[in-house]
């Protein structure tokens, strides 16, 4: 059974960083892809980032370009989430998640298996 366990979830400042990391278990074959989505309290969970099997391609949601990156270490099929500058509507739980398949998507329905959240907090 898949289990996606997400680590750094806490508050910042904003204009500060923090990071988010996910190690999925489970599983022999990591060749899936990897993403972040978010939650805004009262909001439809939101993309944030997603990493193909091995790491060379990514995506990055339009709200966050330019301020997150994903990267993925694949011996220990673990991914990370680097936030910077970031900002009071940043503030989400934030969820991890396993894909059907290798290639990076941005639509939920893309993603198999899913974390339990981490709590982000951004404050003025």
């Known amino acids: 059974q898949v289990q996606l366990v997400e680590s750094g979830g806490g508050s910042a400042q904003a204009g500060g960083s923090l990071k988010l990391s996910c190690v999925a278990s489970?599983?022999?074959?990591?060749?899936?892809?990897m993403a972040w989505f978010r939650q805004r309290s009262g909001k439809e969970r939101e993309f944030v980032a997603a990493i193909g099997w091995s790491g060379a391609s990514t995506r990055i949601g339009d709200s966050v370009k330019g301020r997150f990156t994903i990267s993925r270490v694949t011996a220990t099929n673990t991914i990370t989430l680097h936030m910077e500058f970031l900002e009071t509507h940043d503030t989400a739980v934030y969820y991890c998640?396993?894909?059907?398949?290798?290639?990076?998507?941005?639509?939920?329905?893309?993603?198999?298996?899913w974390g339990q959240g981490t709590q982000v907090t951004v404050s003025s």
């Open positions: 489970g599983r022999t074959d990591t060749r899936y892809a």
């Open positions: 998640a396993e894909g059907f398949r290798g290639s990076p998507t941005e639509h939920s329905k893309d993603y198999a298996h």
